[in-house]
């Protein structure tokens, strides 16, 4: 079958259960890439979400419910990869490869005023992670 470069498929196909045809599938039988993808691409081919319908891998937020101050609602105040690993800041967090073989700090650099760790700028959680946001925030407001 000829590959095309727009492939003709469904949406569903597209977004969640998987294209195996074209590239995609050139990609999951080529030695030199099959090893390299991760097991859920191997399995249903290339889709958009695949592996997220429904499902947060490794990720676990506290987030505040207004109770006590409205302007709070939504607000992330801890992450972890799970409910016993919730911290206040991104200092102990680390990206890794999907094998989880090479891992690293998320930020381990010194910020623009040479702050690292839970110090650091860039380490701090702030705002929510963009579904809602809380009520009465104004365009023109400006976060610390």
């Known amino acids: 079958k000829k590959d095309e470069l727009f492939a003709l498929t469904t949406v569903g196909?597209?977004?969640f259960r998987g294209i195996k045809t074209g590239a995609a599938e050139?990609?999951?039988i080529n030695g030199l890439t099959s090893n390299r993808l991760p097991p859920v691409f191997r399995e249903n081919g290339f889709a958009l979400f695949n592996?997220?319908?429904d499902?947060?891998?490794n990720?676990?937020?506290q987030v505040e419910t207004g109770q006590e101050d409205?302007?709070?609602h939504t607000v992330i105040t801890k992450w972890g990869k799970d409910s016993q690993s919730l911290r206040e800041d991104?200092?102990?967090a680390e990206t890794c490869t999907w094998t989880g073989k090479y891992c690293q700090k998320w930020w381990p650099n010194a910020d623009a005023d040479g702050n690292t760790g839970e110090n650091s700028t860039c380490n701090q959680l702030r705002g929510t992670d963009g579904h809602?946001?809380?009520p009465f925030v104004n365009k023109n407001d400006q976060e610390d």
């Open 13 to 15: 196909d597209f977004l």
């Open 26 to 28: 050139w990609m999951m």
């Open 51 to 53: 592996g997220k319908q």
């Open 55 to 57: 499902t947060s891998e």
């Open 59 to 61: 990720e676990c937020y």
């Open 70 to 72: 409205w302007e709070q």
């Open 90 to 92: 991104l200092s102990e």
């Open 132 to 134: 809602q946001f809380p």
